[in-house]
Protein backbone atom coordinates (compact mmCIF):
# COMPACT_ATOMS: atom_id res chain seq x y z
CA UNK A 1 0.00 0.00 0.00
CA UNK A 2 1.82 3.98 -1.07
CA UNK A 3 0.39 6.44 0.82
CA UNK A 4 0.05 10.17 -0.07
CA UNK A 5 1.55 11.18 2.84
CA UNK A 6 3.12 9.30 6.10
CA UNK A 7 3.73 11.57 9.27
CA UNK A 8 6.47 9.51 11.48
CA UNK A 9 6.63 9.84 15.13
CA UNK A 10 3.94 12.77 15.50
CA UNK A 11 2.45 13.61 18.89
CA UNK A 12 -1.14 12.92 17.63
CA UNK A 13 -3.64 15.61 20.33
CA UNK A 14 -6.66 13.51 18.09
CA UNK A 15 -9.41 16.39 18.85
CA UNK A 16 -11.16 14.26 21.13
CA UNK A 17 -9.98 16.02 24.51
CA UNK A 18 -8.33 12.75 25.12
CA UNK A 19 -4.58 12.16 26.23
CA UNK A 20 -1.64 12.76 23.39
CA UNK A 21 0.06 9.68 21.78
CA UNK A 22 2.79 9.49 19.66
CA UNK A 23 1.98 7.51 16.59
CA UNK A 24 2.14 6.97 12.59
CA UNK A 25 -0.58 8.69 10.55
CA UNK A 26 -0.97 7.55 6.76
CA UNK A 27 -3.02 10.05 4.32
CA UNK A 28 -5.19 8.53 1.25
CA UNK A 29 -6.96 11.19 -1.05
CA UNK A 30 -9.03 13.00 1.39
CA UNK A 31 -8.91 10.60 4.18
CA UNK A 32 -7.22 9.52 7.12
CA UNK A 33 -6.22 6.42 5.94
CA UNK A 34 -4.54 4.50 9.02
CA UNK A 35 -2.99 5.15 12.86
CA UNK A 36 -0.46 3.43 14.54
CA UNK A 37 2.58 2.97 16.69
CA UNK A 38 4.50 2.48 13.42
CA UNK A 39 3.25 1.87 9.72
CA UNK A 40 5.97 0.65 7.79
CA UNK A 41 4.58 1.31 4.23
CA UNK A 42 5.55 3.14 1.11
CA UNK A 43 4.21 7.14 0.88
CA UNK A 44 4.64 9.88 -1.69
CA UNK A 45 5.70 11.97 0.89
CA UNK A 46 7.41 11.17 4.33
CA UNK A 47 6.93 13.68 6.98
CA UNK A 48 9.23 13.58 9.83
CA UNK A 49 6.86 14.63 12.89
CA UNK A 50 9.28 14.07 16.12
CA UNK A 51 8.82 17.01 18.35
CA UNK A 52 5.49 18.17 16.44
CA UNK A 53 1.69 18.22 17.43
CA UNK A 54 -0.51 16.53 14.62
CA UNK A 55 -4.03 17.44 15.34
CA UNK A 56 -7.43 18.11 13.36
CA UNK A 57 -7.69 21.29 11.65
CA UNK A 58 -9.57 24.07 13.34
CA UNK A 59 -12.59 24.78 12.96
CA UNK A 60 -14.13 28.66 12.98
CA UNK A 61 -17.20 28.84 14.92
CA UNK A 62 -17.95 32.27 14.67
CA UNK A 63 -16.86 33.92 11.36
CA UNK A 64 -18.19 36.73 9.09
CA UNK A 65 -16.42 35.26 6.21
CA UNK A 66 -19.57 34.55 4.06
CA UNK A 67 -18.72 36.39 0.96
CA UNK A 68 -14.67 36.51 1.52
CA UNK A 69 -14.68 32.67 1.10
CA UNK A 70 -15.56 33.26 -2.63
CA UNK A 71 -13.80 36.87 -3.46
CA UNK A 72 -10.68 36.38 -1.60
CA UNK A 73 -10.34 32.36 -2.13
CA UNK A 74 -7.19 31.52 -0.52
CA UNK A 75 -8.21 32.74 3.35
CA UNK A 76 -5.05 33.24 4.09
CA UNK A 77 -5.78 34.88 7.67
CA UNK A 78 -7.74 31.97 8.27
CA UNK A 79 -5.55 28.51 7.17
CA UNK A 80 -2.47 30.39 8.48
CA UNK A 81 -4.17 29.94 11.69
CA UNK A 82 -4.63 26.18 11.18
CA UNK A 83 -8.30 26.95 10.42
CA UNK A 84 -9.87 24.08 8.03
CA UNK A 85 -13.39 25.02 8.83
CA UNK A 86 -15.03 28.42 8.60
CA UNK A 87 -18.93 28.57 9.87
CA UNK A 88 -20.39 31.35 8.27
CA UNK A 89 -24.06 33.17 8.71
CA UNK A 90 -23.51 34.42 12.46
CA UNK A 91 -25.29 37.03 14.45
CA UNK A 92 -28.38 37.16 12.35
CA UNK A 93 -26.28 37.93 9.10
CA UNK A 94 -25.97 35.52 5.40
CA UNK A 95 -25.10 35.94 2.38
CA UNK A 96 -26.69 32.96 1.73
CA UNK A 97 -30.09 33.75 0.86
CA UNK A 98 -30.13 37.03 1.12
CA UNK A 99 -31.82 39.30 -1.59
CA UNK A 100 -30.76 43.42 -1.21
CA UNK A 101 -33.07 46.57 -2.39
CA UNK A 102 -31.51 49.43 -2.60
CA UNK A 103 -29.05 49.03 0.21
CA UNK A 104 -27.17 46.42 2.30
CA UNK A 105 -28.67 46.96 5.73
CA UNK A 106 -26.31 47.61 9.12
CA UNK A 107 -24.82 45.06 10.26
CA UNK A 108 -25.26 43.12 7.08
CA UNK A 109 -22.69 45.76 5.30
CA UNK A 110 -20.39 43.82 7.84
CA UNK A 111 -20.28 41.38 4.77
CA UNK A 112 -19.41 42.75 2.39
CA UNK A 113 -21.06 45.63 -0.93
CA UNK A 114 -24.49 44.78 -2.51
CA UNK A 115 -22.65 43.67 -5.36
CA UNK A 116 -21.49 40.58 -3.19
CA UNK A 117 -24.72 39.57 -2.39
CA UNK A 118 -25.91 37.40 -5.66
CA UNK A 119 -26.75 33.97 -3.80
CA UNK A 120 -30.68 33.97 -3.28
CA UNK A 121 -30.77 30.61 -2.09
CA UNK A 122 -28.13 28.05 0.11
CA UNK A 123 -28.16 26.34 -2.65
CA UNK A 124 -27.08 29.34 -5.11
CA UNK A 125 -24.17 29.56 -2.29
CA UNK A 126 -23.52 25.75 -2.30
CA UNK A 127 -22.40 25.93 -6.04
CA UNK A 128 -20.15 28.82 -6.01
CA UNK A 129 -18.20 27.87 -3.01
CA UNK A 130 -17.98 24.59 -4.80
CA UNK A 131 -17.06 26.17 -7.78
CA UNK A 132 -14.70 28.42 -6.16
CA UNK A 133 -12.97 25.94 -3.76
CA UNK A 134 -11.79 27.72 -1.31
CA UNK A 135 -9.12 27.03 0.84
CA UNK A 136 -11.11 26.21 3.86
CA UNK A 137 -14.50 24.27 4.25
CA UNK A 138 -17.55 26.22 4.78
CA UNK A 139 -20.57 25.59 6.32
CA UNK A 140 -23.40 28.44 6.57
CA UNK A 141 -25.93 29.58 9.13
CA UNK A 142 -29.02 31.62 8.37
CA UNK A 143 -29.48 34.74 9.36
CA UNK A 144 -32.64 36.12 10.87
CA UNK A 145 -31.63 39.87 9.92
CA UNK A 146 -30.98 38.82 6.51
CA UNK A 147 -34.86 36.55 6.39
CA UNK A 148 -36.30 39.77 7.74
CA UNK A 149 -34.66 41.62 5.12
CA UNK A 150 -36.01 39.54 2.28
CA UNK A 151 -39.49 40.00 4.07
CA UNK A 152 -39.79 43.16 5.10
CA UNK A 153 -39.98 47.01 4.31
CA UNK A 154 -39.11 47.91 7.89
CA UNK A 155 -36.88 46.46 10.09
CA UNK A 156 -37.22 48.73 12.61
CA UNK A 157 -40.72 46.87 13.71
CA UNK A 158 -42.38 43.24 14.60
CA UNK A 159 -42.79 41.22 12.11
CA UNK A 160 -46.54 40.13 10.97
CA UNK A 161 -48.15 36.66 10.70
CA UNK A 162 -47.88 36.66 6.58
CA UNK A 163 -43.94 37.90 7.29
CA UNK A 164 -42.93 35.20 9.50
CA UNK A 165 -45.16 33.06 7.28
CA UNK A 166 -42.18 34.17 4.67
CA UNK A 167 -39.28 33.90 6.98
CA UNK A 168 -40.14 30.27 8.05
CA UNK A 169 -40.91 28.91 4.30
CA UNK A 170 -37.29 30.64 3.45
CA UNK A 171 -35.25 29.22 6.69
CA UNK A 172 -37.32 25.59 5.94
CA UNK A 173 -36.13 25.11 2.66
CA UNK A 174 -32.63 26.79 3.58
CA UNK A 175 -32.22 24.03 5.98
CA UNK A 176 -33.20 21.28 3.31
CA UNK A 177 -30.60 22.66 1.18
CA UNK A 178 -28.21 21.92 3.88
CA UNK A 179 -27.79 24.96 6.10
CA UNK A 180 -26.49 24.51 9.86
CA UNK A 181 -29.40 26.65 11.63
CA UNK A 182 -30.86 29.96 12.63
CA UNK A 183 -28.73 33.05 13.79
CA UNK A 184 -29.97 36.01 14.92
CA UNK A 185 -28.50 39.34 16.41
CA UNK A 186 -31.21 40.84 18.16
CA UNK A 187 -28.74 43.44 19.55
CA UNK A 188 -28.50 44.94 16.27
CA UNK A 189 -31.06 48.05 15.46
CA UNK A 190 -32.58 46.19 12.41
CA UNK A 191 -33.55 42.96 14.50
CA UNK A 192 -34.06 44.57 18.30
CA UNK A 193 -37.68 45.30 17.26
CA UNK A 194 -38.36 41.47 16.74
CA UNK A 195 -39.94 40.19 19.97
CA UNK A 196 -39.44 36.97 21.11
CA UNK A 197 -42.21 35.14 19.72
CA UNK A 198 -40.64 36.26 16.35
CA UNK A 199 -37.65 34.18 16.59
CA UNK A 200 -39.74 31.40 18.93
CA UNK A 201 -42.06 30.89 15.68
CA UNK A 202 -38.79 30.65 13.59
CA UNK A 203 -37.05 28.13 15.81
CA UNK A 204 -40.47 25.89 15.27
CA UNK A 205 -38.83 25.13 12.03
CA UNK A 206 -35.94 23.49 13.33
CA UNK A 207 -36.22 20.44 15.32
CA UNK A 208 -37.44 18.58 12.25
CA UNK A 209 -34.24 19.34 10.48
CA UNK A 210 -31.93 19.14 13.35
CA UNK A 211 -30.70 22.94 13.42
CA UNK A 212 -29.19 24.74 15.79
CA UNK A 213 -30.04 28.27 16.85
CA UNK A 214 -27.46 30.58 17.70
CA UNK A 215 -27.29 33.90 18.87
CA UNK A 216 -25.63 36.98 19.61
CA UNK A 217 -27.55 38.10 22.91
CA UNK A 218 -30.26 40.95 22.57
CA UNK A 219 -27.92 42.62 25.22
CA UNK A 220 -24.23 41.55 26.31
CA UNK A 221 -24.39 44.54 28.82
CA UNK A 222 -26.23 45.19 32.35
CA UNK A 223 -29.48 42.99 31.35
CA UNK A 224 -27.00 39.86 29.82
CA UNK A 225 -28.88 37.53 32.37
CA UNK A 226 -32.33 38.47 30.88
CA UNK A 227 -31.13 38.33 27.64
CA UNK A 228 -29.33 34.37 28.03
CA UNK A 229 -32.97 33.44 29.79
CA UNK A 230 -34.83 34.87 26.46
CA UNK A 231 -32.19 32.70 24.05
CA UNK A 232 -33.14 29.28 26.63
CA UNK A 233 -36.86 29.69 26.25
CA UNK A 234 -36.13 30.25 22.53
CA UNK A 235 -34.50 27.07 22.36
CA UNK A 236 -36.86 25.03 24.61
CA UNK A 237 -40.06 26.12 22.34
CA UNK A 238 -37.96 25.24 19.53
CA UNK A 239 -36.71 21.90 21.42
CA UNK A 240 -32.82 22.78 19.48
CA UNK A 241 -29.39 23.13 20.75
CA UNK A 242 -28.60 26.65 21.89
CA UNK A 243 -25.20 28.40 21.29
CA UNK A 244 -24.97 31.94 22.85
CA UNK A 245 -22.30 33.49 20.34
CA UNK A 246 -19.00 35.31 21.78
CA UNK A 247 -20.18 34.95 25.38
CA UNK A 248 -18.57 38.16 27.11
CA UNK A 249 -19.88 40.55 29.90
CA UNK A 250 -19.22 43.97 28.17
CA UNK A 251 -19.28 47.69 29.74
CA UNK A 252 -17.48 48.72 32.86
CA UNK A 253 -20.88 48.13 34.88
CA UNK A 254 -20.66 44.57 33.44
CA UNK A 255 -17.48 42.66 34.84
CA UNK A 256 -16.75 40.56 36.72
CA UNK A 257 -20.98 39.13 36.15
CA UNK A 258 -19.43 36.14 34.44
CA UNK A 259 -19.70 34.33 37.94
CA UNK A 260 -23.32 35.00 37.05
CA UNK A 261 -23.77 34.08 33.76
CA UNK A 262 -21.63 30.79 33.94
CA UNK A 263 -23.73 30.03 37.36
CA UNK A 264 -27.27 30.15 35.26
CA UNK A 265 -25.31 27.80 32.16
CA UNK A 266 -24.61 25.09 35.17
CA UNK A 267 -27.83 25.64 36.14
CA UNK A 268 -29.89 25.41 32.34
CA UNK A 269 -27.39 23.12 31.44
CA UNK A 270 -28.70 20.47 33.88
CA UNK A 271 -32.09 19.72 31.35
CA UNK A 272 -31.17 21.79 27.90
CA UNK A 273 -28.38 21.66 25.69
CA UNK A 274 -26.42 24.89 26.17
CA UNK A 275 -23.21 26.00 24.88
CA UNK A 276 -21.06 29.26 24.03
CA UNK A 277 -18.39 30.44 21.87
CA UNK A 278 -15.57 33.30 22.09
CA UNK A 279 -12.58 35.05 20.91
CA UNK A 280 -9.49 35.12 23.25
CA UNK A 281 -9.29 38.79 23.92
CA UNK A 282 -10.85 41.35 26.14
CA UNK A 283 -11.40 44.06 23.07
CA UNK A 284 -14.99 43.75 21.02
CA UNK A 285 -15.06 44.71 17.79
CA UNK A 286 -18.43 45.97 15.59
CA UNK A 287 -20.11 48.50 13.63
CA UNK A 288 -19.82 51.96 15.54
CA UNK A 289 -22.83 51.85 17.86
CA UNK A 290 -24.31 55.34 19.26
CA UNK A 291 -25.64 53.16 21.93
CA UNK A 292 -21.85 52.20 23.49
CA UNK A 293 -20.35 54.85 22.88
CA UNK A 294 -18.71 55.66 26.58
CA UNK A 295 -16.17 57.02 28.23
CA UNK A 296 -15.66 54.47 29.94
CA UNK A 297 -13.11 52.57 28.13
CA UNK A 298 -11.21 53.21 25.08
CA UNK A 299 -12.79 52.86 21.47
CA UNK A 300 -10.89 52.83 18.55
CA UNK A 301 -12.45 53.15 14.95
CA UNK A 302 -11.39 50.75 12.32
CA UNK A 303 -13.38 52.22 9.36
CA UNK A 304 -15.71 55.18 8.32
CA UNK A 305 -17.60 55.78 5.47
CA UNK A 306 -17.39 59.60 5.24
CA UNK A 307 -14.15 60.37 7.38
CA UNK A 308 -11.87 56.80 5.98
CA UNK A 309 -8.50 58.51 7.35
CA UNK A 310 -10.00 58.39 10.71
CA UNK A 311 -9.35 54.49 11.13
CA UNK A 312 -6.90 53.00 13.17
CA UNK A 313 -8.02 56.53 15.60
CA UNK A 314 -9.26 56.46 18.76
CA UNK A 315 -12.88 57.90 18.91
CA UNK A 316 -11.16 60.45 22.16
CA UNK A 317 -8.67 61.54 19.48
CA UNK A 318 -11.18 61.91 16.69
CA UNK A 319 -13.49 64.12 18.93
CA UNK A 320 -10.28 66.38 20.03
CA UNK A 321 -9.04 66.45 16.34
CA UNK A 322 -12.22 67.66 15.96
CA UNK A 323 -12.96 69.70 18.79
CA UNK A 324 -16.25 68.23 19.62
CA UNK A 325 -17.43 65.54 22.09
CA UNK A 326 -17.24 61.47 21.53
CA UNK A 327 -20.82 61.42 20.86
CA UNK A 328 -21.08 64.17 18.37
CA UNK A 329 -17.84 62.75 16.96
CA UNK A 330 -19.15 59.09 16.36
CA UNK A 331 -22.59 60.73 14.73
CA UNK A 332 -20.36 62.60 12.32
CA UNK A 333 -17.99 59.08 11.62
CA UNK A 334 -21.56 56.36 10.63
CA UNK A 335 -21.61 54.52 8.99
CA UNK A 336 -18.55 53.31 11.26
CA UNK A 337 -16.12 50.12 12.35
CA UNK A 338 -14.70 50.40 15.72
CA UNK A 339 -12.86 48.31 18.45
CA UNK A 340 -14.32 48.11 21.91
CA UNK A 341 -12.09 47.58 24.90
CA UNK A 342 -15.06 47.08 26.76
CA UNK A 343 -14.17 43.28 28.78
CA UNK A 344 -12.13 42.13 32.39
CA UNK A 345 -9.28 39.97 31.67
CA UNK A 346 -10.29 37.60 33.60
CA UNK A 347 -14.26 36.87 32.45
CA UNK A 348 -12.55 36.22 29.06
CA UNK A 349 -10.38 33.42 30.99
CA UNK A 350 -13.09 32.52 32.69
CA UNK A 351 -15.31 31.95 29.26
CA UNK A 352 -12.74 30.40 27.63
CA UNK A 353 -12.16 27.77 30.18
CA UNK A 354 -15.92 26.89 30.69
CA UNK A 355 -16.19 23.41 29.80
CA UNK A 356 -18.93 24.06 26.66
CA UNK A 357 -16.77 26.91 25.12
CA UNK A 358 -16.70 26.37 21.64
CA UNK A 359 -13.13 29.15 20.20
CA UNK A 360 -14.46 31.50 17.45
CA UNK A 361 -12.54 34.11 15.87
CA UNK A 362 -15.33 36.54 15.20
CA UNK A 363 -12.95 38.26 12.75
CA UNK A 364 -13.81 41.31 10.11
CA UNK A 365 -12.41 40.15 7.13
CA UNK A 366 -13.74 43.57 5.50
CA UNK A 367 -12.15 45.99 8.00
CA UNK A 368 -8.60 47.98 6.74
CA UNK A 369 -7.97 47.69 10.25
CA UNK A 370 -9.36 44.25 11.91
CA UNK A 371 -9.31 43.59 15.42
CA UNK A 372 -6.46 41.21 15.50
CA UNK A 373 -8.62 37.93 16.29
CA UNK A 374 -9.15 37.78 12.36
CA UNK A 375 -5.35 36.32 12.12
CA UNK A 376 -4.41 35.46 15.30
CA UNK A 377 -7.35 34.08 17.65
CA UNK A 378 -6.79 30.38 17.36
CA UNK A 379 -2.58 30.14 17.87
CA UNK A 380 -3.40 32.60 20.94
CA UNK A 381 -5.26 30.18 22.30
CA UNK A 382 -2.64 27.65 21.97
CA UNK A 383 0.26 30.19 22.56
CA UNK A 384 -0.88 32.38 25.42
CA UNK A 385 -3.85 30.71 27.22
CA UNK A 386 -2.79 27.09 26.77
CA UNK A 387 1.14 27.27 26.71
CA UNK A 388 1.71 30.71 29.09
CA UNK A 389 -1.10 30.98 31.52
CA UNK A 390 -1.29 27.39 31.73
CA UNK A 391 -5.82 27.86 31.58
CA UNK A 392 -6.27 24.46 30.42
CA UNK A 393 -3.54 21.49 28.91
CA UNK A 394 -3.51 21.49 25.11
CA UNK A 395 -5.64 18.85 24.47
CA UNK A 396 -8.56 20.02 25.94
CA UNK A 397 -7.49 23.96 24.06
CA UNK A 398 -7.36 21.58 20.62
CA UNK A 399 -10.46 19.92 21.51
CA UNK A 400 -12.14 23.68 21.76
CA UNK A 401 -10.83 24.07 18.80
CA UNK A 402 -11.94 21.03 16.93
CA UNK A 403 -13.74 17.87 18.20
CA UNK A 404 -16.10 19.88 20.34
CA UNK A 405 -17.37 21.89 17.81
CA UNK A 406 -17.56 19.56 14.90
CA UNK A 407 -19.90 17.62 17.12
CA UNK A 408 -22.18 20.57 18.29
CA UNK A 409 -22.74 21.71 14.79
CA UNK A 410 -22.95 18.07 13.24
CA UNK A 411 -20.01 17.93 11.02
CA UNK A 412 -19.53 14.78 9.60
CA UNK A 413 -16.15 13.20 9.68
CA UNK A 414 -14.50 16.10 10.76
CA UNK A 415 -12.91 17.51 14.03
CA UNK A 416 -11.14 14.55 15.24
CA UNK A 417 -8.11 12.36 14.10
CA UNK A 418 -9.53 8.99 13.41
CA UNK A 419 -9.29 6.35 10.78
CA UNK A 420 -11.83 7.08 7.76
CA UNK A 421 -12.05 10.68 8.63
CA UNK A 422 -11.58 13.52 6.56
CA UNK A 423 -7.79 14.30 6.41
CA UNK A 424 -8.37 18.18 7.78
CA UNK A 425 -4.71 18.30 9.60
CA UNK A 426 -2.44 20.95 11.04
CA UNK A 427 0.93 20.10 11.93
CA UNK A 428 2.48 22.77 14.58
CA UNK A 429 4.91 23.13 16.98
CA UNK A 430 3.54 23.67 20.52
CA UNK A 431 6.60 24.79 22.08
CA UNK A 432 6.70 27.99 19.34
CA UNK A 433 3.44 28.23 18.32
CA UNK A 434 1.66 32.09 18.88
CA UNK A 435 0.00 35.32 17.27
CA UNK A 436 1.76 37.58 15.83
CA UNK A 437 -1.48 39.58 14.72
CA UNK A 438 -1.47 42.69 17.49
CA UNK A 439 -3.97 45.91 17.49
CA UNK A 440 -1.30 48.48 15.76
CA UNK A 441 -0.08 45.55 13.19
CA UNK A 442 -3.28 43.12 12.90
CA UNK A 443 -2.58 41.78 9.71
CA UNK A 444 0.59 39.19 10.74
CA UNK A 445 0.58 35.53 10.16
CA UNK A 446 1.24 33.30 13.47
CA UNK A 447 4.15 31.58 13.97
CA UNK A 448 4.95 27.76 14.97
CA UNK A 449 1.64 27.21 12.41
CA UNK A 450 4.18 24.17 10.09
CA UNK A 451 1.74 22.95 7.49
CA UNK A 452 -2.41 22.75 6.92
CA UNK A 453 -3.71 19.89 5.23
CA UNK A 454 -7.75 20.28 3.90
CA UNK A 455 -9.66 17.22 2.58
CA UNK A 456 -6.30 15.22 2.60
CA UNK A 457 -4.50 18.46 0.20
CA UNK A 458 -1.47 20.50 1.41
CA UNK A 459 -2.87 24.26 1.45
CA UNK A 460 -0.22 26.20 3.32
CA UNK A 461 3.41 25.47 4.84
CA UNK A 462 6.17 27.56 5.79
CA UNK A 463 3.78 31.44 6.50
CA UNK A 464 2.49 30.51 2.73
CA UNK A 465 -0.54 29.39 0.83
CA UNK A 466 1.06 26.56 -1.89
CA UNK A 467 -1.59 27.39 -4.40
CA UNK A 468 -3.04 23.94 -4.15
CA UNK A 469 -7.04 24.76 -2.54
CA UNK A 470 -9.43 21.64 -1.64
CA UNK A 471 -12.36 23.10 0.58
CA UNK A 472 -15.88 22.04 0.23
CA UNK A 473 -19.20 23.01 1.50
CA UNK A 474 -20.42 20.99 4.17
CA UNK A 475 -23.86 20.29 4.89
CA UNK A 476 -24.90 19.13 8.21
CA UNK A 477 -25.23 15.11 9.27
CA UNK A 478 -27.21 13.10 7.71
CA UNK A 479 -27.69 16.27 4.79
Known amino acids: MQYQYLFKNVTVVDGSGGPEYRADVAVQGDRIAAIAPAINAQAEVVIDGTGRVLSPGFIDVHTHDDTNVIRIPEMLPKISQGVTTVIVGNCGISAAGAMIGDRVPDPMNLLGEKEHFVYPTVEAYRQKVAEVCPAVNVATLVGHTMLRNNQMADLYQAASPQEIKGMRAQLRAALQQGALGLSTGLAYATAFAAPTEEVMALAEELAAEQGI ?19 FRIGRHGKVPVVISHHKCAGAKNWGRTRE ?11 QD ?8 SA ?36 QLWQTDIHSAGKRLMPAGAIYYNMDEQDVRRVLSYPVTMVGSDGLPNDPMPHPRLWGAFPRVLGYYCREQG ?11 SGMSAARYQLPQRGLIKEGYFADLVLFDADTVKDSATFSQPQQPAEGIEAVWVNGVKSYEQQAVTGQRAGRFICRQGK
Open 213 to 231: YTTHLRSEFEPILEAMDEA
Open 274 to 281: VSCDCYPY
Open 391 to 401: LFPLTVAVHKM
Open 284 to 319: SSSTLDMKQITDEFAINITWSEPHPEMAGKSLQEIA
Open 261 to 271: TLKLFDQVRQS
